[in-house]
């Protein structure tokens, strides 16, 4: 089945650094989406990306879809302590045939923030 | 709105108890979707209804019953659920046409099977 590696699994660093996780994949999907979770409560939506090559911001988070469709990264810039969570990248493969409608997940980056 | 509500937050049952839990949305999604995550690993896809249809059954036990009576509903109903079961359920929802879109998820149903 599809797999999604996820990178890296988690991260330590200091309050103010910039952040970069990225996500790889063996399929070509037509949109990407990157998700935080708080502990107990279900994911939140940071970015979607619909468009090979689109470089996307949300406030001090930036993600791209890769050219390939395999790929794509999220940037954190002056991270908080707030950022603190795990972190999913997710796609979609392409429309048609039993998998339409499917996300599939990375693992997951935990990304711990010391202020 | 971008919510998705999911009640109770919290369910303790027993293996032989029936329960049920809910997901509602009023955001015009036609796309339903039940996951199941455990500690520290990713949501893992259970049911899609397009269309208040099951398109997508993710070969999960018959313990485990969905059902969407309209398009703003979803429900998962529990009955013989083992230890093993226990775990963050999640609804989360999405447009559907002309093709899929991005996925809101609600906060989750803490499960624990006693």
């Known amino acids: 089945g599809q797999q999604l590696n996820q990178s890296p699994q988690s991260m330590f660093i200091q309050e103010g650094e910039d952040v970069s996780m990225n996500c790889t994949s063996s399929?070509?999907?037509?949109?990407w989406l990157w998700y935080k979770q708080d502990p107990g409560e279900g994911p939140v939506l940071l970015i979607a990306l619909y468009k090979a090559g689109e470089l996307t911001s949300n406030g001090r988070l930036t993600a791209q879809f890769g050219i390939t469709r395999k790929d794509s990264f999220l940037n954190i810039s002056a991270s908080i302590p707030s950022d603190v969570g795990i972190y999913f990248c997710?796609?979609?493969?392409?429309?048609?045939?039993?998998?339409?409608?499917?996300?599939?997940f990375g693992q997951g980056t935990i990304l711990t923030v010391h202020p | 709105d971008t919510e998705v509500t999911q009640t109770p937050k919290h369910l303790v049952m027993g293996m032989t108890n029936k329960k049920s839990l809910k997901c509602e949305q009023h955001m015009g999604h036609r796309a339903m979707y039940w996951y199941k995550q455990k500690a520290k690993k990713p949501p893992e896809l259970m049911f899609v209804?397009?269309?208040?249809?099951?398109?997508i059954n993710e070969s999960v036990p018959s313990r485990f019953s969905p059902e969407c009576p309209n398009s703003s509903l979803l429900n998962l109903h529990l009955h013989a659920l083992q230890p093993e079961d226990s775990a963050l359920y999640l609804c989360a929802s999405s447009y559907s046409i002309p093709s899929f879109t991005e996925a809101f998820f609600g906060q989750g149903t803490r499960l624990t099977v006693v």
């Open positions: 399929s070509i999907f037509n949109t």
């Open positions: 997710a796609g979609q493969l392409d429309a048609g045939g039993t998998s339409y409608g499917k996300l599939t």
């Open positions: 209804y397009s269309y208040e249809k099951l398109s």
